[in-house]
């Protein structure tokens, strides 16, 4: 589908100058795997024969391992030697710049981060402490550390068995979704969704999510979270775009970061997910996303290196191939990038039942989820497969003992040795969060409402649902607000506030009245309700989540951008009867919303996510002018669905593997749009307040370096030449300490109190191959009326950096750096250049 609609000649010529963005294969490219070679003992792996694969040794499951398909390529059985990893070496301690950080008690959270915390020290101690269990267990031990004990095999929905050998004892391993709560249990809290935490733009209250989510794992046992997930949205129609953080890899990175330093300072492991071009839902299992190194770098990989900078315990390998290899027996994502590039010391999980064999470990797999080959299948390719292939000297031992302690590294990490439980209250943050991401996207000054005796809620999305909160298995169904998506990544509402309740609650206190219609179809008596009202509030949807639930004919994906339920034709109708029509949105993305954006009756848009249980107090919040908005879009809403780069490939034989292309390259989102000089509805970034900021006096100055450590290094990279690919190269503290500061000043000019959300975007010299603007900084201010504040945003080496593919080094491109400050992608306020 997508080449008929969306690339053109221009993007064509765009990419070959990009053409630094070689096709890398994801086993086999000559500049990545001699790179590699310098520092890993892992073999240069090459495509090989599918007969390799079907003269397997694994003899006691050969029946139960599936043919090789077509296109798929595999590591050849040898014997494979193995020397771990060599881990990022510190520097020496940097005083006030990269104190040694224990993941437990992490720097404090900034709305202008300029600490990159030293997690090295922590590692260290937990390999020592791991290296020391490790040692003391039998081969079988070691396996079974590595191992899920298969499908409903305990209380999770993964699980490593406590392990009693030689006289050692480990208690095991609980891992649990989801990554906005603790998934099939009770008392627990429904968090607004990862998309909607993207939405606030606001690193406290990302990290407070965090935390809390953290507490709330760890206080029901669980010791491994499975989130928070990162896939980017590539595609708007992609099933579970909503589990993440928005179509931009800074926005993504920056809320995986808070997202990770707080769940894990509540004790939790955390799992970054999924590793990686998981970015549609059909045939997630069976498609090759096929994408450029620089790409990969610049886009994909963004929110994993701030994940492994936030020391995450765990990194989820996905479903599907990466340029023809699997994703969990990918020597060049797991050990050249993640283990390597990256210095990532914790370990690899594989998605439920994404591990396609045994040798997988060499590639850089850790542990087998949940441990059986498919679920119930009583296979495994570890477990005894594992054994089998270290006792003949395929893989080496010394693998296994490294598998093993990562896991055991990342337990200790954490301090799970040492038990305790915290116990809090999470709604008031729910509630917050809520109001925080909902974005205002027209307001002609009816919001906040004020003075309104007689309000109409129409539309099934103001109301509970019929089968109540839960009523939908993993939440497979769209009745009633929508506060969640659905699949892995829900889990059960304790409660679910509606907008109705908390409309009626604010209405009495009031003294107005409330009428409403909760059917979306009997458009008579919609409009006879609405005509005398003076205001109509109309509620409509759009649902997606995980392919394993088919909900009305959308399998995963979204089969188009229009709201459910008919929604355009009510929202329609409602606006035909009454001229003060605000419309409300619980979306898990976006939506083309032409038919009814610019209807004069139309005076505000509210756009307000899958919220969590608290969606109707979050939202009077808002309407009522208790918080004033300060939501920002996390991705651009289009005029037309084809205006955006790229959808979900359907289709594709029962056995084949499907072909994703990623043949946009850079350019997602809203890079496309202003690549391609297309005017969306509205602009990532965009929102209003009930207020209005002024900006001045732009100023950049370098940061002088404290120490002089790298001073040779941050030379080379002034004088735009590479440095060396090797252990931790991506994730050095020379590239990610701040290296400029922009200060502003911003003004309040409105009549009221809030929140602006100021947005840096550099723009690349053209020849670069970059999108015209990038987001590379953001930060919150609130500003009382009449205030002005001085606003900081501090950058660093790598955001002004792009990925040489042939170097494998971030470099900084030939030419003058300039950037925006503004209120969105494309509401610039205040220009300036990088003084390099
Ligand atoms: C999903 C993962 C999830 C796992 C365990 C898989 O289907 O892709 O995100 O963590 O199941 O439920």
Redo the contacts with the bound molecule.
Sequence with gaps: MFPSKRLSAFVAAVLAVAANAQSSGSTTTSTTSSAASSTSSAPASSAMSSSAMSSSVISSTSSTIPPTETGRSTLPISSYPFTPYPTPSDPPPLTGVFPSASPLNPPAVSSDPTIVPDFGPAWAEAWSKAQALVSSLSMEGKVNITTGNFWMGGLC??NINPISDNGTYFPGLCLQ?SPLGVRYTDFVTAFPAGINAAATWNRALIRQRGAYMGAEFKAKGVNVA?GP?MNMGRNPEGGRNWEGFGADPFLSGASAYETILGMQSSGVQATA??YINNEQEWKRTQESSNVDDRTEHEIYLAPFLKSVMAGVASV?CSYNLINDTYACENDRTLNQILKTEFGFQGYIQS??SATMSTLSAVAGLDMTMPGDITFGSGTSYFGGNLTAFVMNGTIAASRLDDMATRIAASWYFLGQDQPGYPNEDHYELVRQMGASSAVLLKNNGVLPLKNIRSYSIIGSDAGPGLLGPNGYSDRGGDDGVLAMGWG??SDQFPYLITPLEAIQARARLNRSSVNWVLNDYDYSLVQSTVAEQNVAIVFVNADSG?GYINVGGNLGDRNNLTAWHGGDALILAVAGANNNTIVVTHSVGPLIIEPWVDHPNVTAILWAGIAGQEVGNALVDVLFGDWNPSGRLPYTIAKNASDYPSEPIDGGAAAAILKVDYNEGLFIDYRWFDAMNITPRYEFGYGLSYSTFEYSKLCITPVANVDSYDAAAIANWEAGLPSPWGAGSSTAFWLHTPAYTITFDLTNTGAYYGGEIPQLYVHFPTDSGEPPSVLKGFTNANLNPGETQSVTISISRYDLSIWDVAAQSWVKPAGNITFTVGASSRDGRLYGTVPV
């Design positions: 929905v993964g979704d499975l997930m997910k999924h989820m998605d439920w892995s990544g995980e």
